[in-house]
């Protein structure tokens, strides 16, 4: 960007300061548009997981979806999750992550940061994204304080937050009781930062390969 003389500004304070303003929003936009371009496609996610020996396919039904891990080398499924595309209010969509189930021989993969449950989570938020989501929203489920702790943990490593404890103690928690069918912490998580915390490290696994 070319530099900008303030001694050949015949202007007042006020309009220089909107000049820089101006400059600084067009800045701004810039780098927005640079980061977006770094996501990764829904093609890159599963080509990433392929690597990995994993093929992860997402299926809809009106709002609603489910994505399947299938191992490459038995076949066997390895796990799945399920949700919606939710509309809060008018245009405003939230991806209202369901459930995730994984089978007992994919502990040794959650071992890695680049587990089973971090590639069909990422297919659910590219997902989200792609449908003009702009938050996600889940509930850790509480069955066992050990598991409950891990889940928060796991969660909070991708970005999400914790908003609000589901107890079944108070009325209040009953509309989330409704909505999710359990107790537990809710937690959320902006859809675009998501998908930017993670994008580097899709494309570094389909550059490795």
């Given at each position: 960007?070319?530099?900008?003389?303030?001694?050949?500004?015949?202007?007042?304070?006020?309009?220089?300061?909107?000049?820089?303003?101006?400059?600084?929003?067009?800045?701004?936009?810039?780098?927005?548009e640079g980061d977006k371009a770094l996501l990764p496609s829904m093609s890159d996610?599963?080509?990433?997981?392929?690597?990995?020996?994993?093929?992860?396919?997402?299926?809809?039904?009106?709002?609603?979806?489910?994505?399947?891990?299938?191992?490459?080398?038995?076949?066997?499924?390895?796990?799945?999750?399920?949700?919606?595309?939710?509309?809060?209010?008018?245009?405003?969509?939230?991806?209202?992550?369901?459930?995730?189930?994984?089978?007992?021989?994919?502990?040794?993969?959650?071992?890695?940061?680049?587990?089973?449950?971090?590639?069909?989570?990422?297919?659910?938020?590219?997902?989200?994204?792609?449908?003009?989501?702009?938050?996600?929203?889940?509930?850790?489920?509480?069955?066992?304080?050990?598991?409950?702790?891990?889940?928060?943990?796991?969660?909070?490593?991708?970005?999400f937050r914790e908003v609000y404890q589901v107890n079944g103690s108070s009325i209040?928690?009953?509309?989330?009781?409704?909505?999710?069918?359990?107790?537990?912490?809710?937690?959320?998580?902006?859809?675009?930062q998501l998908m930017l915390k993670w994008c580097t490290r899709f494309k570094k696994?389909?550059?490795?390969?």
């Open positions: 960007m070319q530099g900008i003389s303030l001694h050949h500004l015949h202007l007042p304070i006020q309009n220089n300061k909107n000049i820089w303003e101006h400059v600084s929003v067009k800045a701004n936009k810039g780098s927005e996610i599963l080509e990433a997981s392929r690597a990995q020996k994993v093929e992860v396919q997402l299926k809809t039904l009106g709002p609603f979806f489910r994505i399947t891990a299938t191992s490459l080398e038995t076949q066997r499924e390895l796990g799945r999750a399920e949700g919606l595309i939710r509309i809060w209010f008018p245009g405003t969509k939230i991806l209202h992550l369901d459930s995730m189930k994984l089978r007992k021989e994919t502990l040794n993969m959650e071992k890695s940061i680049f587990g089973l449950r971090l590639f069909i989570g990422v297919v659910a938020i590219r997902h989200g994204y792609d449908f003009g989501c702009t938050t996600a929203q889940l509930l850790a489920i509480n069955d066992s304080d050990l598991y409950h702790s891990k889940l928060v943990r796991f969660y909070s490593r991708l970005g209040g928690d009953i509309p989330h009781m409704l909505v999710w069918g359990g107790v537990g912490t809710r937690m959320d998580a902006c859809i675009e696994i389909k550059t490795i390969q």
